[in-house]
């Protein structure tokens, strides 16, 4: 059971039938569901309810949902509370059903309070850009950018490298059908080069997103190229450029010149410079080798960087994942043997068009390997190099390999050293069972070791095979290690720009795991290929053509319905004093010094409150988040048992979201916690946290989104301004400042949201009676008004 | 780029770069040192010795580093230096 498992449901719907404005309580499962909201509708007809209360699962989850079953009852859906007795009641409370029952009759109580101050609001359309940007163009980024400018809409994608492509132009064959990488992707690249919709921007990146879903702004920075348009890539100037370096394509097995294109199908095909190693630096041109050779005159080493700015209603996040750097295992002697090399040094040797011309050779002495091994999950699964995740494709991608060897060297023994093979996919398992009828040897139990032989440069390789629970000592030509994916370094630049959150394995976090997996928390931004989490190439184009028809729904519809949480403003109290358009994230609050009042911008607004949290003369509240709502339900969280109880104003986006994580994950944590939500943490005015105080709380406490990470741009910073002042104030007071606490958690931190709690509940239980009173006292003021 | 460039190429010796001849005329320097300043890939230093005018004049400290941009030449104020690529039976290889 989901909630009844742990919480009598029965005993709080008796109890929520006797709180003042409730006329009807009822028990009942599954009230999601389509029979559940027909109960809703046919209720709030039959008995003229005009506020409902569903208490379930987190509002995050279903409060759409139960908002329109609400409008199709004829009441506006701003009349609808949850109070969230399942994330943040049962699932943390499963062994404690007393304490858990008694903590969802008070979130019904919180619930019921402020949904009797609840009133009817219409939101406010924005119009929609009907352009989209997509972020990285691996294969991913293709085909979400192909998919839209097919549907007819312009198309911003914006690639960091020189050439489009990623990391699959680099594979030498797919699996499980063995197609040519390069094969089945360079036509699709050439499409997003010719697509009259599409705007390619090659070698940039982006610096900056403003904005809403809807309605971003956005500047990129193109990086000059030294090249330009008129090259047509003949290759002139390759031949008598004096600087090489390591080709990056080729894993660094081959070499390219300061001037070159990063692979034969690159797209856009013009030309590069590496300023890094260009013998031209500062404007003096030394060497002027490649503009004597080039017949276009296409060479300019005047060009300098440019902003492009341009609008766009949907973000397409495709910026792939980083390949693990083995040095960081230092047992398998990764750039320290020669013949140790990575699964992506062998696509590029075992490639047609890669340095060796196809053929797998040894670097120390170019000769074929007789025995090969390979490691597998190298980066993945392990708690020695904090990659606990699994890289999805490195199972596979062995197999493929070892197929690759027996297809052209028939007589090569094969070891493949694995602590599970995953054949999950279709044609998977055929493929495994392919390669094991091929002669390819699997062994389970990761080589502990891998020791050079220095006269020959074979490898010794040793461990435990844990089928046969037998040591072995292998002696082979050449290991190649199967590495795992692992985020971008730069996904935090990413995340920062477009407000995102980040799992802990540092992949970007979906809005939700099943029912929106392509969706960013963030409205009109989604996700495609390994940005979310390491994929396969199917499941990148699945995702991608996913993201691209969700991000098509928003702009086909062509207008959003902003949230109406915007500023209410009461002009009679307001003194001019322009405190709320300095904290204003959004400068959408001016002051009109001629009438003496303030005046917002609602299409403007963001929706955080931290305006109404700011103004110390009760001018502003915010719509939904009323001061005399959240006052209602520290109220009710207060009545009874104050002293012995938690009172937590946690932001939608991020803490409130990680204490939901934490239900989703079953994380256990003391039941003294009452939660109110806000928007945004600076919504949270010193007036709530002194009133829970007056009201004889034990302890209160404010969570939100980490400096620099707040979806409200930097609104978080008041929380913490005004949370320090509240401390300092405690101290002069003579209080355990200790009582209030400032946390910061992200959606994906629910065991630090459920860690806090274990130590706020030792704090609490050291609370005197004496230190309430005291601080009653001290607070007494704020028991005014409300 | 993720993964660490750290090998030898395979293709190095296939690499055709130029080799160069430096040629210095010592007496013709004025030890103005621009040839020594501008050299991108820094080939030669100043020397002990003093000629005719009274300076020291450059000396090539690795004729093989030089990739014949001729950069020197073109800065020099009396003409006392000139670079040519080497002709080498085969092909001249690094």
């Known amino acids: 059971m989901n909630i009844a498992g742990s919480v009598d449901c029965e005993g709080v719907a008796k109890f929520a039938a006797g709180l003042p404005h409730v006329v009807l309580a009822k028990d009942n499962r599954y009230t999601c569901s389509d029979q559940g909201q027909e109960l809703i509708k046919s209720d709030v007809k039959e008995h003229k309810l005009n506020r409902v209360v569903v208490a379930s699962c987190s509002p995050r989850l279903h409060e759409p949902t139960f908002r329109k ?81 097919d549907t007819g809409y312009k198309v911003y994608l914006v690639e960091k490298e020189p050439s489009i492509g990623g990391t699959m132009a680099r594979i030498d064959k797919t699996f499980p059908t063995m197609d040519c990488s390069i094969c089945i992707l360079a036509p699709k690249m050439s499409d997003v080069g010719h697509h009259p919709n599409i705007e390619l921007l090659a070698n940039s990146d982006v610096v900056d997103v403003k904005g809403y879903v809807g309605n971003f702004h956005v500047k990129v920075l193109k990086k000059p190229r030294y090249v330009t348009k008129d090259c047509s890539a003949c290759g002139e100037c390759i031949e008598v450029c004096p600087v090489i370096a390591p080709n990056e394509f080729d894993a660094g097995l081959a070499i390219r010149h300061a001037i070159y294109t990063p692979f034969a199908q690159a797209v856009p095909s013009a030309y590069i410079i590496d300023m890094g190693i260009c013998l031209n ?81 040894r670097p120390s002495d170019m000769q074929i390997p007789q025995r090969v091994a390979f490691i597998q999950c190298v980066g993945s699964r392990s708690d020695k190099i904090e990659r606990l995740y699994c890289s999805n494709v490195c199972c596979m991608n062995t197999i493929k390999d070892s197929l690759l060897i027996k297809e052209h060297w028939p007589e090569t023994e094969i070891y493949v050293f694995y602590v599970d093979i995953r054949a999950y996919g279709k044609g998977f398992e055929d493929l ?220 939608n986006w991020c803490a409130y979201a990680g204490a939901d994580f934490a239900g989703v994950s079953r994380m256990q944590y003391p039941p003294s916690v009452r939660i109110i939500r806000t928007m945004c943490s600076g919504r949270v005015a010193p007036k709530f946290v002194e009133r829970a105080f007056a009201r004889g709380a034990a302890a209160v406490l404010v969570a939100g989104c980490h400096p620099g990470d707040c979806h409200y741009i930097n609104a978080n910073y008041q929380t913490q301004k005004r949370v320090e002042r509240l401390w300092k104030r405690m101290e002069q007071q003579g209080l355990n400042k200790e009582r209030l606490q400032l946390l910061w958690a992200s959606a994906a931190e629910g065991e630090r949201f459920a860690s806090k709690i274990r130590e706020m509940q030792a704090m609490v239980e050291k609370v005197t009676l004496e230190d309430i009173e005291n601080a009653k006292k001290v607070f007494e003021k704020a028991l005014g008004g409300g | 780029m993720p993964v660490r460039l750290w090998r030898t190429p395979l293709d190095i010796e296939k690499v055709k770069l130029p080799k160069a001849e430096i040629h210095i005329t010592k007496d013709q320097c004025n030890g103005c040192g621009y040839c020594i300043q501008y050299c991108p890939k820094k080939v030669l230093e100043e020397s002990e010795e003093i000629n005719a005018r009274g300076v020291h004049p450059p000396r090539v400290v690795d004729e093989g580093k030089c990739i014949v941009c001729g950069f020197c030449t073109a800065v020099c104020p009396d003409f006392a230096i000139f670079v040519v690529e080497k002709q080498c039976e085969g092909g001249c290889y690094v």
């Open chain 1, 432 to 651: 495994y069972k392919r390669a094991r009828k091929e002669g390819v040897k699997f062994i389970r139990g990761l080589p502990a070791e891998v020791i050079e032989d220095r006269k020959t440069h074979n490898l010794w390789l040793i461990g435990e095979n844990t089928l046969q629970k037998k040591l072995y000592e292998m002696n082979v030509d050449m290991v190649i290690l199967s590495v795992g994916l692992e985020p971008r370094k730069d996904s935090e630049i990413i995340q920062r720009l477009l407000t995102l959150s980040r799992t802990q394995d540092g992949f970007f976090m979906e809005a939700h795991p099943k029912l929106k997996p392509v969706d960013a928390a963030t409205g009109g931004i989604f996700f495609a290929g390994c940005a979310e989490s390491p994929k396969d190439i199917k499941d990148s184009v699945t995702q991608a053509s996913a993201a691209a028809a969700r991000s098509g729904i928003l702009m086909a519809r062509g207008k959003v319905t902003v949230e109406a949480i915007t500023p209410i403003a009461y002009p009679e109290n307001c003194n001019a004093c322009g405190l709320c358009t300095k904290v204003c994230p959004y400068n959408a609050i001016t002051l009109n010094k001629e009438l003496k009042r303030i005046e917002v911008i609602e299409a403007a607004c963001g929706g955080c409150g931290t305006c109404a949290a700011e103004c110390p003369f009760g001018a502003l509240t915010q719509n939904h988040f009323t001061d005399e709502q959240i006052v209602a339900q520290i109220d009710a969280v207060t009545e009874q048992g104050a002293e012995k109880k938690v009172v937590a104003f946690c932001c």
């Open chain 1, 281 to 361: 630096k500062d404007g003096v041109i030394v060497c002027d080798k490649c503009m004597k050779a080039c017949d276009r005159q296409a060479i300019n080493f005047e060009m300098k960087p440019e902003t492009v700015e341009f609008d766009a209603g949907t973000i397409i996040v495709a910026i792939g994942a980083d390949i693990f750097d083995p040095s960081a295992a230092p047992n398998y002697g990764y750039g320290k043997y020669t013949n140790v090399i990575t699964s992506l040094e062998f696509e590029r040797l075992i490639n047609a068009g890669g340095p060796s011309g196809g053929h797998l050779i």
């Open chain 1, 69 to 149: 079953a609400c409008e199709e009852a004829g009441l506006n859906k701003y009349l609808f509370e949850m109070a969230n007795i399942r994330e943040q009641c049962s699932w943390v409370h499963l062994h404690d059903r007393e304490a858990a029952t008694e903590k969802a009759k008070d979130l019904v109580k919180m619930a019921a309070a402020k949904a009797a101050l609840l009133q009817p609001a219409e939101e406010i359309e924005a119009p929609i850009i009907r352009k989209a940007l997509v972020i990285g163009g691996g294969v991913a980024g293709i085909q979400a950018a192909l998919d839209l400018a």
